[in-house]
């Protein structure tokens, strides 16, 4: 915001400055009055034309910095939706393996170790999935 802010200032100062400047020239030169209305104008014009090319520019670079940022947003929204999505697998998963203990349990008293390690092993990749995405 600040390089914003700065560019305006900018802007408006080299507006100013360029109209002080001619208008000041314009009116220490010697010159007949027509002559001296004619030099305002042509001065006034220029400056006109200036600004407009500021303007225009500064227009351009607005907008391609808003594409920007609108873009980086949607990438944004896409990666939190994928963590979202992976988070609510893993807790359903969670939820369905609470829901059922008596199976792992029974894993647990029949020395079972293939339940055991599949389970641990299945919670530890979904673990990784999950710090990956983020």
Known sequence: ???RNQTKGFLLGALAGGVVGSITALLLAPKAGKELRQDISAGAHKVQEATVRAAGQVGDTTGRIAR???????Q??????QAAAVATGTAKRRVEEAIEPEAILSAIDAGDAEVIDE????AAAEDKQLLTVN
């Open 68 to 74: 920007q940022l609108g873009d980086q947003a949607v």
């Open 119 to 122: 389970n641990e092993q299945d």
């Open 76 to 81: 944004l929204a896409d990666r939190a939706k």
């Open 1 to 3: 915001m600040s390089t």
